[in-house]
């Protein structure tokens, strides 16, 4: 399955990925709903994006209990909205912290894989995000623990 | 302690997917954010599709502003730069926030600190970015607080707060402190404030923003230090943008990407940002050295090359918003005193005026050099006019024009740390520095006698950008001739698509100055749109594309050039109400002297000056005596109304 790789060391933190997502999302630029979400490390010095890794175990997806999380054509867990009663168990579930409720909405949402054409990863322009057949997805947890040792460094 | 709080619940999007509040006009988030400090007063102030599609944003917007409220109250002249009713105005534009490349876009407008006259200058970051998404195109400032506040902005929590526990900081520190205290990080939180330099109200301060984004020109810190304003700081918000056609945007925002890296216009830009012009410039003779005593390099100027300068730090890119450009770094300097630091990779104006300008040219200097140039962005000075103010102290103290004992102690060329204490001192007025801080041209008349002959400036009160423009004639007369205290034309890109040639003869007066006036009205025009400056090096053409795609309208290149040249004339109308004339655009005698040697050697633009002024005069349609735009002149931009006030009730 093709999946979001991410080369953390890439990023710039241009935010570039959040507005392309948030559009596709939801039709309008409000990086606020963006599903990929970029975090700045050491202060503001460095960024890396961050998402659903559509997980193998798919904690949200068995923690609905109306069935609202489903698998679609590119593979990603999917939040059918005319199904889902925002309950916020997806978002308790996920271990990751990226499945979210909208309170506009009134319903949970996350990453799709855009159904198969990611928007972040055609819009990031240092191609830090890529959609790729990959046999990881842990791509962030070397990156945290190696800036977050050196910001304790410093202080 | 917070003084004063404004909800508003008008603009609160309903519903997500589709189904939120849309603002009238695509492209723009639909309000002015206007703040009085006086009476501690945010509120939010509508404004019509009509207007936006007649001001666009930025200094379309600002310079309109600046015209309607910086009237004195006898109806004649102008507010002074310091006066309660100056306007500080912080302004977007329609491509801010979208996914257009360098798009987090904020133009500076008010009455400058230093030729007390309207200015424009930019800065990027993600002002543009988080004040759209909070619900605003621009932020108005009036009035001027008793004590030091920062304003903060959080979708519709306005509030402005009590900053006395700020004042002194840096503008750096300013934002470590703002992000600590608001416990957000990142570009959750934009921050522009001003650093000591602004506070004391330096003609040349700056005000600074997002580590390293500078709107560096005529004295705005200055401006924002006597309104009491210690920063702006703001929340990413959270409400939607809406645009008219958001395929066709991404379509124009990759093709003026894919120009962007491919153009051999932009393409160095594209990969190395302003870097490569220390060396490129040298070539020209444009590369200023030892405030323009000299313009021949030493030969291992090599070192100096973009590659070299940007890997000689540990680096990181840091873009501003969408932007794709290998522009802004963070840098932390490996070795000598500074080792360690994080600074902001000098753009080619910090390496000519923190370096060049003031002799420090040894590749051994390079990582000083960066370190000072942060230093100055930190205190808010515009390193440019640093550069020509230290240059110049450099220069008289060695020809014995200024003493050591006048200084309070001893200057040489190429001495950083020296130029460092000269940094403080200016920026906190101290001693020399008091003299100093009023900036080049004020200082040197000051200091007068033969001191004088050596500082560069422009006889308005301006100060040039960091190059010899000996070599450059369309920015002295740019400038020389701009009613904003900085380039008002800019950088010739792509002359040919609005009528002018490819290539002129860069010291035959004549031409450049019909080359200058041919030119007008493109770089208004983009100032207006909340982008970068170096991201809109393509054509005009795909720039109006995104600008269409994004609001549903139809401009051309044609549009864009006639709403320049009408920004221009309404920015000299407010100038003129200020006292302006054709007398004080002039460039100092050094400044406009003869280069010695170098590839500009012999070359008079003085010799040829008054003739240019002439064929600009008359190219631009305004008249030579009084410097107003004619009556037909401002008939033809559509500005019919103004010929009454300009001319008279007869005209
Ligand atoms: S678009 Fe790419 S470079 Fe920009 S923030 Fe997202 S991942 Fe980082
Ligand atoms: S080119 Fe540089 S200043 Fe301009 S938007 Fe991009 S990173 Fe920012």
Redesign the pocket.
């Known amino acids: 399955m093709k999946v979001l790789k991410i080369t953390p060391e890439k990023c710039t933190g241009c935010l570039r990925c959040e507005l392309a997502c948030s559009y596709m999302q939801t039709g309008q630029y409000q990086p606020a709903k963006s599903v990929i979400r970029v975090s700045p490390f050491e202060g503001h010095t460095s960024y890396a994006p961050y998402t659903c890794t559509q997980c193998a175990e798919g904690w949200c997806m068995t923690a609905c209990p109306v069935g609202a999380i489903t698998i679609n054509v590119a593979g990603a867990k999917d939040v059918r909205d005319d199904v889902c009663v925002g309950c916020k168990l997806c978002t308790i579930a996920c271990p990751y912290g990226t499945a979210f409720y909208d309170p506009d909405t009134r319903k949970a949402f996350k990453c799709n894989l855009c159904g198969g054409d990611p928007a972040c990863a055609s819009a990031c322009p240092t191609a830090a995000i890529t959609y790729e057949d990959t046999a990881t997805v842990d791509w962030i947890g070397d990156f945290a623990a190696h800036r977050a040792g050196r910001l304790l460094e410093t202080v | 302690m917070t003084t004063a709080t404004v909800r508003t619940s008008a603009n609160v999007p309903k519903a997500a997917k589709g189904a939120a509040a849309q603002p009238a006009q695509p492209g723009f988030a639909g309000k002015l954010l206007r703040v009085d400090l006086t009476k501690k007063r945010c509120w939010a102030e509508a404004w019509s599709p009509a207007e936006m599609q007649e001001l666009l944003g930025g200094i379309g917007l600002g310079a309109m502003i600046l015209y309607r409220e910086t009237k004195t109250k006898s109806g004649k002249g102008n507010v002074s730069w310091d006066h309660p009713d100056n306007r500080l105005i912080l302004a977007t534009g329609p491509l801010a926030g979208l996914p257009v490349?360098?798009t987090?876009g904020l133009t500076v407008v008010t009455i400058g600190a230093g030729t007390n006259g309207p200015t424009s200058t930019q800065a990027?970051?993600f002002f543009g970015t988080n004040l759209k998404y909070c619900g605003y195109d621009a932020i108005v400032i009036q009035g001027q607080s008793k004590d030091w506040v920062y304003l903060y902005i959080n979708d519709d929590t306005l509030e402005l707060r009590d900053a006395r526990d700020l004042a002194g900081k840096d503008t750096w520190e300013t934002q470590d402190t703002l992000s600590g205290k608001l416990g957000l990080t990142g570009h959750q939180l934009s921050v522009y404030s001003i650093g000591p330099a602004g506070e004391n109200l330096c003609r040349f301060a700056a005000i600074q923003g997002d580590y390293g984004?500078v709107a560096s020109k005529n004295g705005v810190g200055a401006v924002m230090g006597r309104k009491k304003l210690k920063a702006v700081a703001i929340v990413k918000g959270t409400k939607p943008l809406a645009v008219a056609d958001p395929r066709g945007l991404m379509q124009a925002a990759d093709d003026i990407a894919h120009a962007l890296k491919t153009d051999p216009g932009s393409k160095s830009l594209y990969e190395y940002?302003t870097l490569p012009g220390v060396v490129n410039l040298s070539k020209l003779g444009v590369l200023p050295i030892k405030n323009y005593t000299t313009n021949v390099p030493p030969a291992d100027i090599t070192e100096w090359a973009a590659p070299k300068l940007r890997e000689g730090f540990d680096h990181r890119g840091h873009?501003?918003?969408a932007?794709g450009?290998h522009?802004?770094h963070m840098s932390i300097i490996r070795s000598g005193p500074n080792k360690g630091q994080t600074i902001d990779e000098p753009e080619y104006e910090g390496w000519s005026g923190a370096g060049w300008t003031i002799g420090a040219t040894r590749p051994d200097q390079i990582a000083d050099v960066a370190w000072l140039n942060t230093q100055l962005d930190r205190a808010c000075l515009d390193v440019n006019e640093f550069g020509w103010i230290c240059g110049w102290v450099m220069e008289c103290q060695e020809k014995g024009y200024i003493t050591e004992q006048q200084l309070g102690f001893k200057l040489a060329w190429g001495d950083i740390k020296g130029a460092h204490r000269l940094m403080e001192m200016i920026s906190h007025r101290k001693g020399f520095g008091n003299i100093l801080a009023e900036g080049v041209k004020r200082a040197a008349e000051k200091i007068g006698g033969p001191a004088k002959d050596c500082a560069i400036y422009f006889e308005k009160g301006a100060a040039p950008r960091g190059h010899d423009h000996r070599g450059r004639w369309e920015e002295m007369l740019d400038v020389a001739t701009a009613s904003t205290g900085t380039m008002e034309t800019g950088n010739p890109t792509f002359p040919t698509e609005v009528g002018q040639p490819a290539r002129i003869n860069p010291y035959d007066g004549e031409q450049v100055a019909h080359y200058v006036a041919g030119l007008r009205g493109r770089k208004n025009f983009e100032d207006s749109l909340g982008v970068?400056?170096?991201?809109v090096r393509c054509t005009l053409e795909l720039i109006c594309r995104a600008l269409n795609a994004a609001t549903g309208w139809n401009w051309t290149w044609a549009d864009a050039v006639r709403f320049g040249r009408r920004t221009a004339a309404i920015n000299r109308v407010v100038a003129l109400r200020g006292g302006y004339t054709p007398a004080i655009e002039k460039p100092s005698k050094r400044y406009s002297s003869t280069p010695v040697d170098g590839p500009a050697k012999g070359q008079s633009i003085a010799a040829q000056w008054d003739k240019m002024i002439d064929v600009w005069y008359n190219d631009v349609g305004y008249d030579r005596k009084t410097g107003k735009p004619l009556p037909e002149t401002l008939r033809g931009l559509g500005l019919d109304w103004l010929v009454p006030e300009v001319w008279g009730k007869k005209a």
């Open positions: 490349w360098g987090g990027n970051g984004h940002g873009q501003c918003n932007c450009m522009h802004c970068c400056i170096f991201t």
